[in-house]
């Protein structure tokens, strides 16, 4: 990774404004990470240009930082629209909060899990099936 | 009628007003005619797609019997009748349909002579009555109140004003041809040249037209199955729904043997050892339907499916003109002498 | 695309009429024959008793769970619970006295799910083929025109062993 | 998203129609539109039918032991599947993959995009109403999951890639039986293009329809050969991180129309790419290792430690382009598996691909992103 940019929570659509106008144009992939020690959930954007060829090769990564008890941070969704169901997914498996992209049902979980985030680290699997 | 004299319930049986709704090309051989075409359907489009097809009913026959076993375990499945569904129309609809398909048969004359309506407009009998049918589908599309349902009855609506110009059109165009609106008269103008030679216009309108009538591909519209399930009979289970399936492949057997009457010759040529009359030159007749009905279902594995607005408009568009200029032909023909 | 539509027309259903007349068939006609599959192919597992050394290296590789450790006669020994194998092949690659090895059976199943456990004995013994296959083992080639041919393989003096024995077996079966 | 939602809005004029989970033409999605007359005005994706949880699985399993979970989702493209991840680990090992393990990764990888391809188109065929080309397209791959078998002793899964290298070499007589497959798949294109791609049924019904146009694609992010039918020349094998598409001179397919037709003809030349590389790769082989020193023998792998760090990788399965974010803390499992699949990029082209469209044509929009739903629920 060339170029890591660990920016503030508040920031994170104006950086997204940034790099959208340097020619970066779609976000590849969007990781939440669990960091309960710290009482934080780390954001990773990995953003990318396709249609640049000098951009191609190289992947802009994004980290910022939410609050794990107010995991709240605002949606680049209207930047970046192909982070928009990346976006819906975390907040389905950790709870993060996007503002400005918001659906009222579960994505890809069942809503019995509405509420449970699965890949947060205190979620513990439960055991079933066979034995 | 029958030179020799046979004990009275074979003869009675042997009467044409008895053995053609009955018999052939009626209830009989209509029944074994659909199980033997699903599994002609169903080995052709395997043999095109490399693989094998039914085998293991009557596996001596290769698989012969595979529809009927399927036969027997839809009757023995349970049947559903939706809460919401209009009971009534759910369940006589579709008996009500394959009577009105099967009901064209009996203006099919098997030779001269052996009709069970004697009628000089025995071809306008056939046709109204076979397109009468879509109406009583559309009625039970609607009383399955399933969204699929009534977007696969409408399709099929759609449909039917689009094929029904056309075969009425062909119709005409072969029916001012042989100057005649009876079967039998029809069928005895082609002892020498066949309707589909003298013209081949109205025969390809009336061929194409017919599949969209009996949904075959690539009109399989109105029950495409990746798009809406089993169209107007996705909520049928068990028997009503055999029935369905059987409205289809029921209408096509009736389509195809209108197809041979006028335009592949009726009976017409006879092999030697075939009377000129009684019934058995409608051995001819039925072989040339399995022919075309062959052909119907070989369609499946060399097409893919039209869009509904693109079925309306191959009707309206192509099938009309082509209808249209098949009446041209025939007065053509007729006016300058060269046929009638 | 330049080509007219009804010549198109023409051109599908004749490479449709010409597959309804002259081609071969793709499929192989499973239960009555069964396809041989290369030497490679990782199957049911057997296990060797005698080579196992007890080091439980597949049971730490095993990424389902599958496998776990029996005591028998006072030494370890692994047995494979099919019902969780996923048939990767990690604890073949990992066993360091080549203890474990891949049969080319793979068609096997079990009415029930106590059946799929193999403890070490059964384990041992590797899967056992239930059925007698009528058309024999074919073996796929693969021919550049045609695609896939099944040719037929001699039957062999052990498969007709193999099929007396079967037949043996089922019998008993319907006595008891 | 739940039933009761969806109705709430509903007008009087139009009709929800909920297409799928149990719907013959959906798979493991449900597709929600909202019709006018027979025309789509509104289309809403519902995922989540085959989440498995693969992301936390990983968590619990030891480096190695992830490779056969993450084939899982997409099994019919395991092999680029599994070398996405691979890649991961082997940036966290600091490892470099030998010349030969690349050349035979490549292989693979290009074996099985012509599989997943032929699926895909198969599964479009039938979508339209052809079921010969499902027929066909299945019964044809089934001679490269044959040569896939025969190398990796796999039909489906191979787990054939491990961190520093490949399992094994190509058996004896590979090659020739490998020539013999793709003649025949190379003689088996003009029949597809006979009967089906130029098929005027074919044509009416694919072209288009479901145009996504180059800007567009771009900003939903669309990826593999959707995008590439929208112009756009990018294929993650371009940037050529791994294999051997360097040295092999790779060029990608592209497209200007973005409509139906485009990302399956798309599809078809990659067939052909495909076949290229693939005897340009056999040609070229150098001898050498198959695996690296340091991670060899399975004993290795299983027990291995990965050093702390942060990987990223980037791979171009046969339905677009996939990305592994591999998180390491030092142990022997790792602390996070992010992988984004290409599906699961691709499922926003539903919405941008349909409306203004009719009914008929939601299943030929889905099948020309051929979208695979456990691909995108992981």
């Known amino acids: ?131 | 009628m029958s030179a020799l004299v046979a004990p009275w319930p074979i003869s009675l049986i042997l009467e044409p007003e008895v053995f053609i709704p009955l018999v052939y090309p009626g209830l009989v051989v209509l029944t074994l005619t659909l199980l033997g075409i699903i599994w002609l359907e169903r080995k052709l489009t395997a043999k095109v797609q490399r693989r094998y097809g039914p085998l293991y009913v009557a596996r001596k026959l290769g698989g012969a019997a595979q529809p009927m076993a399927d036969g027997i375990k839809f009757v023995f499945s349970e049947q559903i009748i939706p809460r919401n569904t209009d009971k009534l129309v759910f369940i006589f609809g579709p008996l009500l349909l394959f009577t009105f398909s099967i009901l064209p048969v009996i203006g099919i004359p098997l030779s001269p002579g052996y009709t069970a309506i004697a009628s000089d407009i025995s071809l306008l009998i056939v046709v109204a009555l076979v397109v009468i049918a879509p109406i009583v589908l559309l009625m039970v599309a609607w009383g399955s109140n399933n969204k699929f349902s009534l977007i696969g009855g409408l399709r099929d609506g759609y449909l039917m004003i689009s094929y029904e110009v056309p075969i009425i059109l062909s119709i005409l165009a072969m029916a001012a041809l042989y100057n005649s609106l009876d079967l039998i008269e029809i069928a005895e103008a082609q002892a020498g040249t066949w309707g589909i030679f003298l013209n081949p216009l109205a025969a390809l309108a009336f061929f194409a037209a017919m599949l969209i009538a009996t949904g075959r591909f690539p009109f399989e519209i109105a029950e495409a199955e990746t798009e809406i399930v089993a169209g107007w009979t996705t909520e049928y289970s068990s028997a009503l729904y055999m029935s369905n399936m059987g409205t289809s492949y029921t209408r096509m057997y009736v389509m195809a043997h209108l197809f041979t009457l006028v335009f592949l010759g009726g009976w017409n040529p006879l092999p030697g050892f075939l009377p000129a009359s009684g019934l058995l030159p409608g051995l001819m007749i039925l072989v040339k339907s399995l022919a075309v009905m062959g052909l119907m279902v070989l369609l499946r594995s060399i097409y893919p499916r039209f869009r509904v607005d693109q079925g309306v408009r191959i009707g309206w568009h192509k099938l009309f003109t082509l209808s249209m200029a098949a009446i041209a032909l025939s007065v053509l023909l007729v006016a300058s002498g060269v046929w009638g | 695309m330049t080509k007219s539509r009804t010549l198109r027309h023409l051109r599908a259903i004749r490479t449709g009429v010409k597959h309804l007349l002259f081609s071969n068939r793709l499929t192989c006609p499973y239960p009555d024959a069964r396809q041989m599959v290369s030497e490679r192919y990782r199957g049911m597992i057997r296990l060797n008793m005698d080579k196992c050394t007890s080091c439980m290296l597949c049971a730490r590789a095993c990424p389902a769970n599958a496998i776990k450790m029996y005591v028998m006669d006072g030494k370890k020994l692994p047995g494979l619970d099919y019902a969780r194998c996923i048939f990767c092949g990690f604890c073949v690659d990992i066993c360091p006295v080549k203890a474990l090895e891949h049969t080319t059976l793979h068609d096997v199943a079990y009415l029930d799910y106590k059946e799929n456990q193999f403890p070490p004995e059964k384990f041992a013994e590797g899967g056992k083929d239930p059925y007698y296959v009528p058309g024999g083992v074919v073996m796929v080639e693969i021919h550049d025109k045609k695609g896939l041919l099944y040719k037929k393989k001699a039957v062999e003096k052990e498969e007709k062993i193999v099929k007396e024995e079967i037949e043996h077996v089922s019998k008993e079966g319907t006595e008891t | 998203m739940r039933v009761k939602e969806l109705g709430k809005d509903r007008r009087a004029e139009t009709i929800t129609l909920f297409i799928g989970p149990q719907h013959p033409g959906s798979g493991h999605l449900r597709l929600v539109v909202e019709l006018d007359g027979d025309v789509v005005v509104g289309i809403r994706p519902d995922i989540g039918w085959v989440h498995r949880g693969v992301e936390k699985i990983a968590e619990t399993k030891k480096f190695v032991q992830v490779i056969p979970l993450i084939e899982r989702p997409s099994i019919i493209d395991s092999a680029n599947m599994n070398v996405g991840y691979v890649r991961a680990v082997e940036k966290l090992l600091g490892v470099e993959v030998p010349d030969r393990a690349r050349y035979i990764r490549t292989i693979l990888c290009e074996l099985n995009r012509i599989a997943s391809h032929l699926y895909g188109i198969g599964i479009f065929g039938n979508m339209i109403g052809t079921s010969t080309i499902f027929m066909w397209s299945f019964g044809d791959r089934e001679i490269i999951v044959e040569l896939m078998q025969e190398l990796t002793g796999a039909r489906l899964t191979y787990s054939f890639f491990l961190p520093g290298g490949v399992k094994g070499d190509l058996p004896d007589g590979f090659e020739e039986k490998l020539e013999k497959g793709l003649r025949y798949i190379e003689n088996r294109i003009p029949e597809y293009n006979a009967l089906f791609i130029e098929n005027p049924v074919t044509e009416d019904r694919l072209k288009g329809v479901g145009v996504i146009d180059r800007e567009k694609a771009v900003q939903i992010g669309l990826t593999g050969p959707n995008l590439r039918a929208s112009g756009v020349e990018y294929d993650a094998r371009m940037v050529g991180e791994y294999g051997a598409y360097k040295d092999l001179g790779f060029k990608p397919v592209t497209r200007p129309e973005g409509d139906s037709f485009a990302r399956l003809m798309v599809r078809f030349d990659e067939i052909d790419g495909s076949i290229g590389l693939i005897r340009k790769a056999i040609r070229e082989m150098p001898q050498g290792p198959i695996m690296h020193e340091r991670t060899k023998g399975m004993a290795r792998q299983v027990l291995m430690k990965v050093p702390e760090g942060e990987a990223f990788s980037r791979v171009e399965c046969g339905r677009g382009e996939l990305t592994f974010f591999v998180v390491s803390k030092g142990g022997d499992k790792p602390h996070r598996v992010r992988m984004v699949t290409p599906s699961f990029r691709n499922l926003i082209g539903f919405e941008t691909a349909l409306v203004g469209h009719r009914l008929a044509d939601v299943p030929t929009v889905y099948g020309s992103l051929d979208y695979f739903p456990p691909e995108a629920d992981r």
């Open chain 1, 1 to 131: 990774m060339e170029r890591v940019l660990r920016i503030a929570s508040d920031t994170l659509k104006s950086v997204a404004k940034e790099l959208a106008a340097e020619g970066f144009d779609h976000v590849k992939s969007l990781t939440g990470m669990d960091r309960p020690e710290e009482g934080l959930i780390e954001l990773v954007y990995h953003i990318s240009s396709y249609l640049n060829p000098a951009l191609r090769g190289r992947i802009v990564e994004v980290r910022t930082e939410v609050d794990r008890s107010r995991p709240i941070i605002n949606s680049i969704s209207d930047v970046f629209p192909s982070c928009r169901y990346m976006e819906l997914e975390t907040r389905d498996l950790l709870g993060v909060k996007f503002e400005g992209n918001e659906e009222p049902d579960p994505l890809i979980l069942p809503e019995e899990l509405k509420n449970t985030w699965p890949l947060r680290k205190d979620y513990k699997i439960p055991e079933e099936g066979v034995e």
